[in-house]
């Protein structure tokens, strides 16, 4: 059993100590453990050229035309049982970084499309894809800000899981932190973070979330969008319900329906991935017309970008 702690913040900071933490909590519960901070490594963002998805389906890989240090971390987040991210929050969010490896996960780690490609593979006596990518893992995480502002990056952080269906241990929000090795009570719940993370992955079938409950009973998201007919949809998840004053609180209901198109499960990324196939499929009829050659030779005719000065 293996867990890797990754790190977004400065080196040798508080997020590089509370991973650290973690850590340790782990290797007690019998892990073998790994460290990564993400500043010593070279990732560049992602262009949204999907050849990384179009290689998948037609060759079973995943082939990203950039090439930097991203292949290696996949590698490394591949080899482990278990994950324990550290991240700061920067303006009630996670940072670019993070943000940046969630772009270059991309539809080619998407559980849903690596599964079509097996069954595509199958079929056709092609290369199926890295059976890694569709290993159940679990994973946590820690974002460390410095005030007591309410942020966003428990959604933000359950945003990464839920592209490859990781099963989401912890998700905690560690406040007022600038000083946090002074606060034993915070390295403490660290530790116990690690310890949580090493024990759900001896028995990732049956794992189960250890974090505060949050009002979504699914996925525990605290975020929702309201829309003007009363209905409330989850920011994660996507599950749409209403939301129902209950005492002094409130309780998100929605019918059991709604789970099949939750976008943290299999079948709800299967209805995702056929609207996207639709979506294609036109966009690339209406891309054969005259129209839409007009249309796009009018933009690109109207004023080119402009770029910083070369040596």
Known sequence: MKIL??????????NDAMCKEALMGAQEAGAEIEFINLSDLHIEHCTGCVACVNALFSKGKKMCVLKDDF?????????ADGIVFAVPIFEKGTPGIFHTIMDRFGPSADCGNLTVATQIAAQTGGTPPDPRWLKDKVV???SIGGSDWMTRTQCDCGIQAMT??????DNEVFSWSLGILEDDEKPARAHQIGVNLANAAKDIANAQYQGEPGLCP?????EFYFYPDNTV???LCGIRGKMVVDGDGYRFEFAPEQLQHAHDTMPGKFIHADDINRNNGHA???RKTDTFKQKQKKYVEFIQGSKPPRA
Request: aromatic share 10%.
């Open 5 to 14: 702690g990754i790190s977004a913040g400065t080196r040798n900071g508080s």
């Open 218 to 222: 699914h996925c525990h998201s605290r």
């Open 71 to 79: 292949g290696w971390l996949q590698e490394k987040m591949l080899d």
């Open 284 to 286: 690339n009829e209406f």
């Open 233 to 235: 949809e989850c920011c």
């Open 164 to 169: 490859p269906l990781w099963k989401v241990i």
């Open 140 to 142: 946590s995480y820690m």
